[in-house]
């Protein structure tokens, strides 16, 4: 096929109704906006905001619910006036990186030469575990990435993913994930950062930080709400509370928006207190705008709009769900278009939806547009991957898996992983002699794979293409990781289902061996195809299927069992406490994942890991996370006891840490004072290893309840053999703000503790500031201080004990 170059310009010859002071790069994006939208059309201004879902078959086996409830597109009448969005190019099918990136460059030529103002489409894609495309790296999920406690990391992820993703001609990508979990039941835990809203603002903001410095428009979601959906059921309705939406629910957005400078928002599928996310003025313009001065855009989760007529029932038809969006502040309709096309355009002529709404979500799309330069009339055809247009010639010559990208893979999926117990030090085992490696999860792939990666996205539907990457099981792991040692496998049995006629020969197995590594978790999959996913909710937290079973089984034999888990949530494994010689939980390591648990088993890994959810201590008594005030813990009114087996914040090492006051703090500050909190970790043992330091505050009397303990601040500290350093908190009062008795966030005065802690459990609090808050009750606002700042400085070191 003929090389198809894109024109810098159209047209040879300016044309008065179209060509203006729009073109000139040298205006600002206002000014250049404001002189376009006067010389649309309206069904030129409808175009821009809506996306079309390349490739997609509304007869086939979507990849998002309901798909095949919405109606087909027609390629030449929706980009007739333009297109605003080009949905997953690469993300739909497998497709060679080269290949995809000359079709997305061939669509935006047919694009451009379509319509009058020749404006390309903003191309997304989904990008929560790395960019889901057929040969991309398959980073850990953002679970892992709460689990690593380390943002600059993460920003380090964020960036070398936009760099992939713009390389190929991608604009926006569809993460972070900033929803707190509020049931470990919910399918979609395994895309969260974790249960508590500071850590997963810091850590959100961080891969925001590394997305956005790549030239990639970063897309918070799910605004608001959603993880809080009744019964943990994907789309359920959410019943939080005014307090529960205030300070735990929408912090990580406030922190993303300012901090992080990201310029989109995706509405949530919920709905609460019965309205739904996608037509809540409230939330989308009151809160997000006028409030906080958000000035990006605001896109649809996938069929939301459609979603206000089809399931929440609250629009009469898609007339009517237009309205109800772009009223509410929704600026562009995805994944392709249901209503903001000519129904919109149709609405507005009959006077049902004002034009004013329409030019209002133009004007921020135009604008975003305009930023990412899409408007400028010298803007480079190809993306920067591409030398050519011919799509053989550009086959293979993209490489989104590189080795820098697989060593940064492999040094976040090593930080993930948690030592949850080694009571009898197994760990790190020897490495030679028998061993048994047992289990569903030992020697499959996609076991390190979320459902948002893109082989357990995309991949499983066509089974006949290449994974695309490279992926090495536990077992392939554990192999090359110990030659000296006499390996052998059985599967035990499935992840779920309850055939347990295997689970004997894997017992038989263990029994000959002299240890034996149980590799048990979830497969992911979406809507149901999986036991960790998108609409892969779960009723109880037992290990899925008769894994528990096999695990018993094995436990009896005798063996020491090393037990190992690849899920998307945390189960319950308070059945098997005090039994495994060693338990280590890794969520969804990605494609490194495996030799990442081989080096944690055999030492070559110091585990860093620390939980960003608690591990139950039982199956049921949810919804229920750490953060809970007094009656919603553990209590004389109540039989049932909710203390997980290991708390937020848990993990072990293979060294040993000890803690040392730091300068005396003030005994008071003023509610609008600040205060420097310090403490002294040294390295006591005799390899190097790193001490996650977390800070949490308890406020023993307020005006409503308040939390026993909650995270206001943390430090992930690299120590060598016998090294000590200082860690300095700034706190500032601030960081205590809640929302009191009058809907006010406010600082209260009082007495409060400051904990200095290896996790949020009392036991494990090895440092407490007391301080008394003097003066007013403040109110404070978005503009309070929301990150404490933390520095890490060398402190006076020892030889490294013998022996230890």
């Known amino acids: 096929m003929a090389t198809q170059p894109v024109p810098h310009a159209r047209r040879a010859d300016p044309d008065p109704a179209v060509d203006g002071p729009w073109r000139d790069p040298s205006l600002t994006p206002e000014e250049r906006v404001a002189d376009l939208v006067p010389r649309m059309t309206l069904e030129e201004k409808a175009a821009q905001l809506y996306g079309v879902w390349v490739g997609a078959d509304a007869d086939g086996d979507g990849v998002a619910p309901h798909q095949n409830d919405m109606d087909p597109v027609d390629w030449a009448d929706v980009t007739a006036h333009g297109l605003g969005q080009l949905t997953r190019p690469f993300g739909t099918a497998p497709v060679d990186p080269g290949v995809g990136a000359v079709a997305l460059a061939r669509a935006q030529h047919r694009i451009t030469e379509s319509g009058r103002f020749a404006i390309p489409a903003l191309a997304h894609e989904e990008c929560l575990a790395g960019f889901t495309a057929w040969g991309a790296t398959a980073y850990p999920v953002p679970l892992s990435w709460g689990a690593s406690w380390h943002p600059e990391l993460v920003t380090e992820m964020a960036g070398r993913i936009g760099r992939d993703m713009r390389s190929v001609g991608i604009h926006q990508g569809l993460a972070p994930v900033l929803d707190v979990v509020r049931d470990l039941r919910w399918g979609r835990v395994e895309e969260t950062i974790g249960e508590d809203p500071y850590l997963v603002a810091t850590i959100g903001t961080a891969y925001v930080r590394g997305l956005e410095s790549a030239g990639i428009v970063a897309t918070l979601k799910h605004f608001a709400g959603y993880a809080a959906s009744s019964g943990a059921r994907n789309h359920a309705p959410v019943r939080a509370g005014a307090r529960e939406m205030a300070d735990i629910v929408l912090p990580p957005f406030e922190m993303a928006l300012r901090e992080g400078g990201a310029r989109s928002v995706m509405h949530s599928y919920a709905e609460i207190d019965g309205l739904p996310a996608a037509a809540d003025p409230a939330l989308l313009t009151g809160l997000l705008r006028d409030t906080w001065g958000f000035t990006g855009t605001v896109v649809a989760d996938y069929f939301g709009i459609g979603f206000l007529e089809t399931l929440h029932k609250v629009a009469a038809d898609r007339a009517d769900a237009a309205r109800l969006a772009l009223g509410a502040g929704v600026d562009v309709e995805l994944p392709t278009v249901h209503s903001y096309g000519a129904v919109l355009v149709t609405a507005v002529r009959d006077g049902a939806v004002a034009e004013e709404l329409v030019d209002r979500a133009l004007h921020r799309v135009l604008l975003q547009k305009c930023q990412l330069g899409l408007l400028d009339p010298d803007r480079t055809p190809l993306p920067t991957a591409l030398l050519c247009t011919d799509p053989e010639q550009a086959r293979a010559t993209v490489d989104l898996d590189p080795p820098e990208n697989r060593a940064l893979a492999r040094k976040l999926a090593e930080e993930a992983c948690v030592l949850l117990a080694n009571p009898a030090g197994a760990l790190p085992l020897r490495g030679d002699g028998r061993i048994a490696v047992v289990g569903p999860r030992a020697d499959d792939a996609l076991a390190m794979l979320g459902c948002y990666?893109?082989?357990?996205?995309?991949?499983?539907?066509?089974?006949?293409?290449?994974?695309?990457?490279?992926?090495?099981?536990?077992?392939?792991?554990?192999?090359?990781?110990?030659?000296?040692?006499?390996?052998?496998?059985?599967?035990?049995?499935?992840?779920?289902?309850?055939?347990?006629?295997?689970?004997?020969?894997?017992?038989?197995?263990?029994?000959?061996?002299?240890?034996?590594?149980?590799?048990?978790?979830?497969?992911?999959?979406?809507?149901?195809?999986?036991?960790?996913?998108?609409?892969?909710?779960?009723?109880?937290?037992?290990?899925?299927?008769?894994?528990?079973?096999?695990?018993?089984?094995?436990?009896?034999?005798?063996?020491?069992?090393?037990?190992?888990?690849?899920?998307?949530?945390?189960?319950?494994?308070?059945?098997?406490?005090?039994?495994?010689?060693?338990?280590?939980?890794?969520?969804?390591?990605?494609?490194?994942?495996?030799?990442?648990?081989?080096?944690?088993?055999?030492?070559?890994?110091?585990?860093?890991?620390?939980?960003?959810?608690?591990?139950?201590?039982?199956?049921?008594?949810?919804?229920?996370?750490?953060?809970?005030?007094?009656?919603?813990?553990?209590?004389?009114?109540?039989?049932?006891?909710?203390?997980?087996?290991?708390?937020?914040?848990?993990?072990?090492?293979?060294?040993?840490?000890?803690?040392?006051?730091?300068?005396?703090?003030?005994?008071?500050?003023?509610?609008?004072?600040?205060?420097?909190?310090?403490?002294?970790?040294?390295?006591?043992?005799?390899?190097?290893?790193?001490?996650?330091?977390?800070?949490?505050?308890?406020?023993?009397?307020?005006?409503?309840?308040?939390?026993?303990?909650?995270?206001?601040?943390?430090?992930?500290?690299?120590?060598?053999?016998?090294?000590?350093?200082?860690?300095?908190?700034?706190?500032?009062?601030?960081?205590?703000?809640?929302?009191?008795?009058?809907?006010?966030?406010?600082?209260?005065?009082?007495d409060l503790e400051l904990r200095l802690a290896t996790s949020s459990a009392v036991r494990d609090v090895r440092q407490t500031v007391r301080l008394l808050l003097t003066g007013p009750e403040r109110t404070v606002d978005h503009r309070r201080r929301l990150v404490c700042e933390t520095t890490i400085e060398e402190a006076a070191q020892f030889p490294a004990a013998a022996g230890n």
């Open 453 to 750: 990666s893109f082989p357990s996205h995309v991949g499983v539907s066509h089974p006949e293409v290449p994974m695309g990457i490279g992926i090495p099981t536990v077992l392939e792991s554990l192999r090359a990781e110990f030659p000296a040692a006499k390996l052998s496998s059985a599967r035990g049995c499935d992840v779920d289902g309850t055939d347990t006629s295997d689970i004997a020969t894997a017992a038989e197995l263990a029994r000959g061996a002299d240890v034996c590594v149980a590799v048990l978790g979830d497969r992911a999959g979406l809507f149901g195809r999986g036991t960790s996913g998108e609409g892969c909710d779960a009723a109880d937290l037992s290990l899925p299927g008769v894994q528990g079973e096999l695990l018993d089984a094995l436990l009896a034999t005798g063996t020491p069992v090393v037990l190992v888990l690849l899920t998307g949530r945390p189960y319950a494994l308070g059945r098997w406490a005090g039994l495994t010689a060693a338990t280590v939980q890794a969520f969804f390591p990605g494609e490194e994942g495996g030799p990442a648990l081989a080096g944690v088993l055999s030492g070559r890994v110091n585990p860093s890991g620390r939980l960003p959810v608690g591990i139950p201590h039982g199956p049921g008594g949810q919804p229920w996370t750490y953060l809970q005030p007094p009656l919603g813990l553990a209590n004389e009114v109540s039989n049932l006891d909710p203390t997980p087996l290991h708390p937020f914040g848990h993990g072990l090492s293979y060294t040993t840490f000890d803690w040392e006051p730091g300068g005396s703090a003030p005994g008071e500050i003023r509610t609008d004072g600040s205060a420097d909190i310090e403490v002294t970790v040294r390295n006591t043992g005799d390899r190097e290893g790193a001490e996650v330091v977390q800070l949490y505050v308890h406020d023993p009397v307020a005006q409503t309840t308040r939390p026993q303990a909650r995270l206001i601040g943390y430090a992930r500290v690299e120590l060598a053999a016998g090294q000590a350093r200082k860690v300095t908190f700034r706190f500032h009062a601030d960081l205590v703000s809640f929302t009191g008795i009058g809907g006010r966030r406010i600082v209260e005065p009082g």
